[in-house]
Each structure stands twice: as C-alpha cells, then as structure tokens.
C-alpha cells in the first residue's frame, strides 16, 4: 500500500509570524542577516556566509553576469545559468570575478579602419557612445584611440568616413596604468576635465574605462561579498547531472566560488553519482549544492552523497507546472520545515550543520520572514530578480507598464532539456514552465533596500536581531481562509490608485 503522510502540503500564505517582545535593542539597525551558505562543523564557520540571505535562481532569465555583479556587490549571490555551453557559462563566471567596482570593461570597440556607419550602428545596439579604438576591435586590443560623440557630426561627416580620421589619437589621450585605484583614476579625470579614462596595461592593450560618472555609485557598498584576500565578487553557477565532468573543470578554472546541482527533483542517483565525483575529485576544494528535495529522505540522501548545501521546493515556482505536469510536488512550507527538522537533527547527531535553501514561491516579502523562521538558511528566487534592470532579459511595454520577461527553465523556451530529463536517453516531451511577463521594478539596490528593511522590521517585531535566533524563537501560526481575506483592505470602498 502506498504511503500516505498525514500532514497537508501547505504554503507560506497560509501562516503568519506572532510578534515576540521587541527590546529596546530590537531595531533594524542592529539586525544582522548573515547567513551560512555551506555546511559547517560544530564551533566552526562556514567557509562562504552570505551578508544577506538571498541568492538569484539558476535560470536564463535572472542569473547572467550583470545581474550576479549588482547581488554579490549587496551582499548575496547569484547562480550562474548552466542551461549554456560550458564556455560561455565560464565566460559569465569570469566576468564576474574580474569585476572592479568602476572599472568597465569596454562593450563598444572598433578598429580605425571602420567607418562612422560603423560607429553609428554600434551605438545603436550599445546605447553607449564611449567607443574604444583598438588595433583589433576587441575590447582588450592595443588600444589606438577613442571616439565619443564629440569627434563626428551625424549628417555633415560622410558615413563613408574613416575611424582613424575620426578618432582621438592614442597620443592625445590621458590614460591610466593598470593597478591604478579607482580614487587615483577619478583624481586623473578630476584633473584634467574628463568623462572616460582608458586603463592600459605595459603593452598598451585597453583593460578597462574608468567613467566620471560612476565614481559616487561604487563609493559604498558594506555589504559586498567579496573574497577577504583579492577583494573579487564572489559567484556560484548551476550544473547538471549530464557533462559536469567537463563543466566543473571549466567552471573551476574561471574562478566560480560554489556549484550548485540545477534540478526540479534532486533526489536521484544521477545527483549522488555527481556530487561523490566532484569530492573525490576536488576533496572540499570545490563546494557544491544540491536539489531539489521536499522531504526528509531526500535531504539525507544528498547530504550523504556530500552536498554542502540542499535546496527545498519542488512546484512552488512563479513559472512552474511541473506539479500540473507530473503530479510530483509538496506545499513549501510543508517542505521547509520537514526538511529543517531533518538538517537539525542531522547537526545534533554530527555536530555538521548543513546550510537548506528554501527555492521558489516567494511572493510577498513577509514571506522571506516566515521561510527564514521555518529554518530556511537562505532563499533562492527567480521572480523577484527578473524584474530589476539587472536581469538579461528585454524591458517591453505593454499597454502602459513596463515589464520584463520572464520563463521557466523547463520551458520549451529555456530548452534546457537535462535538467526535467530524468536522465535516460529520451529528450524531454512535455513543458514544466512557462514563458511570461513580471512587472518592470526598476534597480535591484532600491528594491532590495525596502525588501530588506521590511524583513528587518518583521524580525524585529519577532524581537530577534539574527536569523539564527528567528529560527529558534519565531512563533508561528497557521490561518484560515476567512482569516487571510481579513488580512487584506476589507469592508471599505477603495479609492482608485494612481
Ligand atoms: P520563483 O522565485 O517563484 O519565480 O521560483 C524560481 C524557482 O522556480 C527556481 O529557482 C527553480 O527552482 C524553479 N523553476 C525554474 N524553472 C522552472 C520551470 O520551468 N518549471 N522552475
């Protein structure tokens, strides 16, 4: 006879948080949202702990370069999309890693031997007007002059007109050498009235722009996770169960922090058989994460096989049908705190804390709350990240919004067959996502600051100033639907919203 577990799959809005005593201690400012990303032992720390407990799904849609930049410079960390060609995975983990704050490496290059229709195209589909003159057109070339929209006329140079003739020759530009610091470059371009100071290395090849104008934003960041001993971002990337005996290597050699195994159900054989390869291989050189699991089982399958990290949620995702699909599935909240009773006992019985990750379904920003409190370590989410300018993706309008795009990795889209392909040799048949639209919300620093100071709040009002402490003293009540509708305005006529 099948097995049938007596609890009902329930979901984060069908709970609230208790306010707890708030102490005069108690106020966001003193809140702190470290978090361990990877397992520990007992009395030790873990070896990457995240300055703030979110970390950007593995999807082609919310973790490219760009976006995993701004998270790691707030203090999470993004997971690269592995549904790719491992070069170009490993191109966006080397990005990343060889990100200085206000140095750009440049997108816009071309040599003096193209034409103004040239340059006009390329500011086309740069929006950037800063174009780098290299002897090869690359943006790491011998660098040989620069064009701005200072050195052209649109309408009276002939589009037949060559860069060279353009161009700010090389000898009449100011530049800096590579090693300079960023107050050192803006000093330079203090001095002598510039918008862009070209980098270049002994061999006079560009390396990076410094530009006048992003000096303020890069001035603070305390929350930046950043590696203690080169001061580099830090980033994870996603892998599958298929060809990560070529992938890791790559992934590895580019520099990427942590892995993280990308499946919508992560307890299979195919996982075991990746994760033992990975520590037989690298030891805890290389730090990897698992998933997805939903109940207790699957945690310790996983942990046994060596993950450093699990992550919980199978179905719960924005864009995912697979519970519509494949029937396969479990409520989150239901899923989070099994497997969280699982990792403490799992500490009690080792003295080996091993980091959950509660994946998909975050909606509100209480949320985050009530998933931190229901021993989630950190959350991972793929929505709420879609839909900053960080994101990869293109911002449409429609009607009079503004919206991003937004699809499931086990959409038709995402073709990213390995991860909903159970490993046999058969390509996947059926979609488990969706492609569709989220609302445009702007830059990822505002939105992450009200989310963040919404949580902050909410744990204070708990009267904890830790994750670790929500985790122990959060309490926590379930409701009923007459109790959510109350939750809401209800029983007056609402005003029409701007
Ligand atoms: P959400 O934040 O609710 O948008 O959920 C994101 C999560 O959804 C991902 O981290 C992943 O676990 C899951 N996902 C991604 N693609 C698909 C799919 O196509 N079914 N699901």
New binding site residues.
Partial sequence: MAIYLNDVSRTFGEYLLIPGLTTKQCVPSNVSLRTPLVKFAKGEKSAIELNIPLVS???QS?SGPELAIELARNGGLSFIFGSQPIVSQAEMVRKVKKFKAGFVVSDSNLTPENTLADILSLIQKTEHSTIGITDDGTPNGKLLGMVTSRDYRVGVDSPDKKVKDLMTPFSKLTVGNLGISLSDANQIIWDHKLNTLPIIDKDQNLCYFVFRKDYDSHKNNPHELSDNSDKKLLVGAGINTRDYKERVPALVEAGVDVLCI?S?DGYSEWQYETLRWIKETYGNQVLVGAG?VVDQEGFQYLVDAGADFV?V?I????????REQKGIGRGQATALIDVAKARDAHYAKTGMYVPICS?????HDYHMVLALAMGADFL???????RFDESPTKKLRIGNNYVKE??????NR?QNWQ??DMGGSESLKF????DSYVPYAGKMKDNLKLTLGKVKATMCSCGTLSIEELQKKAKITMVSSTSIVEGGAHDVILKEQS
Avoid: H, P, Q
């Fill in positions: 799904a593995i999807m919310v990308d919508s997805n992550k949620g179905g719960g995702g924005s864009i995912c049908i697979t994946d998909g379904g975050l909606v991972m989410m793929g929505r709420y990240f879609a937004y699809w499931g990795e086990g959409s995402a991860r909903y979609e488990e996502g969706v």
